[in-house]
């Protein structure tokens, strides 16, 4: 548990400095002057940097989650998402932002959409993880850039370069080796009804990204991704109230710096990073930078636990990191 404190504590230094040195006139916190908001213009090399960066931090939630065995999986959605959401209300607060009610309210819907979207995916991941291997769910959610090139393309008509498809089959592939590595014919036993809820977790993260899209063109990052939050939570909540779940708060020191360490990076720095890359690039672009997740992983694996991988991990490893390339690249 020491290394739990050690993770918390920097937590509590880094993080929330790090969301205050955003600065607003990139979009993330708009004085009152704001509205009618407009996208301040930014270069899809700062979106592809959000990206990475998302994708980095969303393998520290594997090793947060790992330290907060006997939590409930419902308490854990739920209560990373309220303290990201007071995270990014503080945040706006302390840098004298708006939280643009107006455009909000002026596009209510599709904001309640994309955060059911949100809650809907955390809560099929979660049941995937209990139905299924660990492994089949994380390689199974991690289809998203496959199923937001198809949803980007057949329904919002936003065709892929042959580079992005290239990209995006490369660190697919890279995933999967990476998985291989790692697994046994025993480990890989299907269960039918967790892959499933693994797979339909990614296909809704393919919307979610497609269609908060436009949404991210038209208002404030914070605000919005604060509002998103919330309706996340509460679809958490309502959905783990509906199956009986708890929702209990550890109290524990140790467990609440964890807690709160999965609330700040994974969830209010890396979602909110991850949404915001949308204003430069499309949706299964984005989806692809989150592939970096398994790779963060492990690298925090062997600093904190010293748990090495097999070989095969460095040539999954560079798969991945040669799509990611690709599908940055431009025709």
């Known amino acids: 548990m020491a290394a739990a404190f050690a993770i918390g504590t920097e937590t509590l230094k880094s ?3 790090i969301l205050l040195l955003i ?6 916190g708009e004085g009152a002057n704001s ?19 998302a994708g980095a931090l969303f393998g520290t939630a594997a090793i947060f989650i790992r330290f907060l065995a006997g939590v409930s999986i419902f308490s854990i959605a739920f209560w990373r998402l309220i303290i990201a959401s007071v995270v990014l209300f503080v945040t706006i607060l302390a840098s004298k932002g708006s939280f643009n009610w107006g455009l909000l309210r002026g596009d209510f819907r599709r904001i309640s959409v994309l955060g ?26 991690n289809t998203t850039p496959i199923w937001s090139m198809f949803v980007s393309s057949l329904i919002f008509k936003l065709k892929p370069s042959r580079l992005a498809v290239l990209g995006i089959a490369l660190s697919f592939l890279g995933v999967f080796v990476i998985t291989y590595g790692d697994a ?49 939570a509460v679809t958490v909540l309502i959905i783990g109230s ?19 360490g999965l609330g700040v990076l994974p969830t209010a720095m ?51 990191l040669t799509g990611i390339i690709t599908v940055a690249m431009r025709e």
């Open 270 to 320: 890396a979602h909110s990073f991850y949404f915001s890359s949308l204003s430069n690039l499309k949706s299964f672009e984005t989806a692809t930078m989150a592939l970096l997740e398994p790779i963060g992983a492990t690298l925090l694996g062997i600093l904190i636990f010293a748990q090495f991988p097999n070989p095969i991990f460095v040539v999954g490893a560079a798969l991945v």
């Open 35 to 53: 509205l009618p908001y407009r996208l301040p213009k930014r270069s899809r090399r700062v979106a592809l940097f959000e990206g990475a960066i």
């Open 184 to 232: 046994s014919a025993r480990i890989w036993t299907v269960q039918l009804k967790g892959d499933l809820e693994a797979v339909l977790a990614a296909v809704v993260e393919a919307f979610y990204l497609n269609y908060g899209r436009e949404t991210r063109q038209k208002m404030s990052l914070l605000p919005l991704m604060l509002t998103i939050y919330i309706f996340s």
């Open 116 to 141: 059911i979207l949100l809650g809907l995916h955390f809560v099929l991941f979660v049941s995937s993880v209990l139905d299924t291997t660990i492994i089949n769910a994380t390689v199974l959610v």
């Open 15 to 17: 993080s929330y400095f």
């Open 242 to 260: 509906v199956t009986s779940s708890t929702f209990a708060f550890p109290l524990e020191p140790n467990l609440l710096l964890v807690l709160i």
């Open 23 to 28: 600065p607003s006139k990139n979009g993330y």
